[in-house]
């Protein structure tokens, strides 16, 4: 079954250090977004990206973070210089091709900032 | 600007027994409405949506959830529950379609549900 991967599963940086996670996303998906998770509580939106851009962003996703999709199959969000709040999980998920609403999430990337 | 609610933190069920799950939600436009498990240290698993159609829809491992309109809510719930079924429910609203509003899933603060043997 395909499935959204997402690495480094773990990252520990020190804080204003510049920090990638990388996800690649369900191949025929079309839809992207980051969502993070602070001590396994609420489910945070960042950014959904469409057709090659930022179709949406919520309040944290300020200019420290930025996303990109440099090849057609990896999509990462970059964090410019980290804080000991940005510390949390980060979820990559991906939609279908017909936007049927759901998404498929990876399995997170733990970020440690200290 | 969509929001969803979910009153309880934590739900505790003896196994077999029926279990309920809250949910309520605001939107301006017409809702889609998912359910999501998380098991510990894992992403989360889609289980089920509401879209359009009846409003009782089933999902994944037995799960099932009513849609109710006048009252904006949206109760995941099973008829007997697991041992297995423990983990983290969220709740997560979309407002409208695709392209109107509809790039961003807002996601419930989660219920812990403990079943016990």
């Given at each position: 079954?395909p499935?959204?991967?997402?690495t480094?599963?773990h990252?520990?940086t020190?804080?204003?250090q510049e920090v990638?996670?990388?996800?690649v996303p369900?191949?025929?998906h079309l839809?992207?977004?980051?969502y993070r998770?602070?001590?396994?509580q609420k489910?945070e939106f960042l950014v959904?990206?469409?057709?090659?851009?930022?179709s949406?962003?919520?309040?944290?996703?300020d200019?420290?973070?930025?996303?990109?999709r440099?090849?057609?199959?990896?999509?990462t969000l970059?964090?410019?210089?980290t804080?000991?709040?940005?510390?949390?999980?980060?979820?990559?998920?991906?939609?279908g091709?017909?936007?049927?609403?759901?998404l498929?999430?990876?399995?997170?990337?733990?970020?440690t900032?200290? | 600007?969509?929001s969803?609610?979910q009153?309880?933190?934590?739900?505790n069920?003896?196994?077999?027994?029926?279990?309920?799950v809250?949910c309520t939600y605001s939107?301006?436009?017409?809702p889609y409405?998912?359910w999501?498990v998380?098991?510990?240290?894992?992403?989360?698993?889609f289980?089920?949506?509401?879209?359009?159609?009846?409003n009782?829809?089933k999902?994944s491992y037995?799960?099932?959830?009513?849609?109710n309109?006048?009252?904006?809510?949206?109760?995941l719930?099973?008829p007997?529950?697991?041992v297995?079924?423990?983990?983290?429910?969220f709740?997560?609203v979309?407002?409208?379609?695709f392209?109107?509003g509809?790039?961003?899933?807002?996601?419930?603060?989660g219920?812990?549900l403990f079943?016990?043997?």
């Open positions: 079954e499935e959204v991967t997402q480094p599963s990252q520990v020190q804080m204003g990638i996670l990388r996800c369900i191949s025929n839809y992207f977004y980051w998770q602070i001590l396994g489910v959904s990206f469409y057709n090659n851009e930022i949406e962003k919520s309040e944290i996703f200019d420290q973070f930025s996303v990109e440099p090849d057609g199959s990896n999509f970059k964090i410019r210089s804080k000991l709040e940005d510390s949390a999980m980060y979820f990559c998920a991906s939609g091709l017909r936007d049927t609403g759901e498929f999430f990876g399995e997170g990337s733990r970020l900032v200290l | 600007a969509q969803v609610a009153p309880e933190d934590q739900v069920v003896a196994e077999g027994n029926p279990l309920t809250k939107v301006s436009g017409n409405l998912f999501y998380q098991y510990p240290n894992r992403g989360l698993q289980l089920l949506k509401y879209i359009t159609g009846d009782l829809v999902g037995g799960f099932e959830a009513e849609f309109k006048s009252q904006t809510s949206f109760h719930k099973k007997s529950a697991l297995s079924d423990s983990a983290l429910y709740c997560a979309r407002d409208g379609q392209g109107t509809g790039f961003k899933t807002i996601f419930g603060a219920t812990r079943v016990k043997a």
